[in-house]
Structures are given as C-alpha cells and as structure tokens.
C-alpha cells in the first residue's frame, strides 16, 4: 500500500453490523498497510472544524511576547502550554523543528486526584488571557473528536476479532492531548523541517488539517508520500502502542511535515494515549503458536512521563 486510502466512516455510525464490519475491514486495512487512512464522513460539524482553526490563529497572531509568558510556557515538569520554535530538544542536531504549539488536554477539576498527586500526567491546562470564548472552543472540539476516537476503538476490535468494546477499557481517564500546531514559513532547505520524521508514540493519532499541504508518509517500500489535505477529513495514523498491542500487525509509520509552500501551515492533532495506570500488551488474537509477542507489557505512565520530561529544553 504506497498511498493514503480514504475509509467513509458513515456506515459504521449509522449502518447495520454487517456494514460497521465492513468499515472495520477497510480500517484494519490500511492499518495493516501503511498504517495512515483519511477519514470521511466522521460526523465532526463544519462548525466545529471551522472553529477550532480560526482559535488556532487568533493565538498565533497574538504578540510572541505575549506567547512567551512564564506562566504560558511548556517545560519538561509541565506538558500543557505553549511551545516556541525550538522548545523541543533535538539531541542529535541544532536545527529545531519550524513549528511551535499549544497543547491541552481534557479540563479536570484543580480538586482531581491525579492532579493533587501531581505526578500522572494529568495536569492543569494553561490558558491564555484576553482570548474570550478560546478555552470554550479548544475544550468543545476536544469532546468532539473524543466520541470519533471511541468509534475508532471499536473499528480496531472489530477488525482484530476481539470484543467490540476491547480498547474502550483502557481509556476511562485517558492522557490524551490535543495541540494546535502553527507552522511559520520557512525557506524548503535541506534538514530544516517543519516537524522532523518519527513515529507518534500515542496509540493512535487523530489529524485535523488545514488547506496547507505539508503532511508526508513513509511508506512500505521506504518512499515519502504526500498527504495533501482533503475538506473535511481527518487523517488517522496509528501509533507505537497499537503496534504493541497487535505484535505489529497494525503499522506505527514515520511521517513528517516539510512545508514548501511559502505559506503558514495549521494542523490540530488529537493524540490518544490511554489511561496512566494502563499496561499495553499483546492483544490475544494477535499471538498464538509461532507467533509469540514481541513486546514485553509497557506501563503507559511511566511511558508517555519519560517521554514528556526528555522532549524539551
């Protein structure tokens, strides 16, 4: 599979079951394949996606000066807030990503357990002041695409023969994140990337996309594909914990963005990582005689921390 197929979502969210496996089957798919598929027909309103981008610029025309408030700022202690241009360590190079972000994740109250523990992930979200009805938007979108990522995890039991409600379990308190992603334009040189290849280590990815293109996949036989934006559609990919949990049978893929465009480029990425306490293991119907999992079981927690302390300066 060298390209990006494109999965109508309709008939799994209005369908009988026999349509809901056949949606599953063509997500199970491209999982399997080059582990990227558009997503059509999701039930997201235009509003909604409207919305969510024109609160993605209203932040970034905001004075950096102002971006760059202390009690705004992203930092290895604290994953929520706003990344400048250069924030993330790249300990093998000096040239940052040309891409800077605002990252949230779902509002708890300040009296929540995980927060008062201060050490699982959850946080408080920063938000910006002078910015009316922004908090009010960024937390709408993020309820909605949630119900698209529960469908979601019911397509991927579907397709891997398991109970339809398999993956739902292990997100009852997720860590997900959702970022708003500015990238400002940039001079197409050599090494200098917009956001530089890997592999998102979340279980899946949820990828709203504006009218820039600059989304690029690698694909099975090692090429780089182009993802050009399609109205309306999410772009889906999976990530290294699906692939833990199929013994990578699902496809956790590289992908960049290089925007060569000349113009300012927005996407807003909804990373769905399961609950702290959440242990990612080989799905049962992915193993068997000859095919032992490859993975020992993985502690999402103490993950996706490691992960967030060692991203940025």
């Not at 491209?30 to 558009?38: L, M, R, V």
């Not at 893929?253 to 609950?275: C, L, M, W």
Request: net charge negative; aromatic share 12%; proline share 10%.
């Amino acid at each position: 599979m060298e390209q990006v197929p494109v999965v109508d979502f309709a008939p799994f969210l209005s369908g009988s079951s026999a349509d809901k496996q056949t949606v599953a089957d063509a997500i199970g798919a491209a999982c399997e394949g080059i582990g990227f598929f558009y997503l059509t027909n999701h039930g997201i309103s235009p509003e909604t996606i409207r919305g969510i981008f024109d609160a993605a610029r209203r932040f970034f025309d905001v004075p950096l000066e102002q971006r760059m408030d202390p009690a705004l700022l992203i930092s290895p202690e604290h994953s929520r807030g706003y990344q400048p241009v250069g924030a993330r360590l790249y300990p093998d190079t000096a040239a940052p990503d040309v891409m800077e972000a605002f990252k949230y994740q779902r509002e708890l109250p300040l009296d929540d357990p995980d927060i008062l523990a201060g050490d699982r992930i959850q946080q408080s979200n920063k938000w910006p002041r002078g910015l009316p009805g922004w908090r009010e938007t960024l937390l709408g979108y993020f309820e909605a695409v949630d119900g698209v990522a529960a469908n979601l995890l019911r397509t991927f039991a579907l397709t891997l023969d398991v109970e339809e409600d398999y993956f739902l379990g292990f997100y009852e308190k997720p860590l997900t994140q959702v970022s708003l992603l500015h990238y400002p334009p940039a001079p197409p040189t050599d090494g200098l990337y917009g956001n530089r290849p890997h592999a998102d280590a979340t279980a899946f990815t949820i990828v709203l996309q504006g009218d820039v293109p600059g989304l690029e996949v690698q694909t099975p036989s090692g090429r780089w594909a182009t993802v050009p934006p399609i109205e309306g559609s999410f772009v889906i990919n999976i990530g290294d914990y699906m692939a833990r949990w199929t013994n990578d049978r699902f496809r956790s893929t590289k992908h960049r963005v290089v925007n060569r465009t000349g113009q300012e480029r927005f996407s807003v990425p909804y990373f769905a990582i399961p609950d702290y306490d959440a242990v990612v293991e080989c799905v049962p119907t992915c193993q068997g005689p000859g095919d032992p999992p490859k993975y020992d079981p993985l502690h999402v927690g103490r993950s996706i921390q490691q992960k967030f302390s060692g991203d940025y300066v």
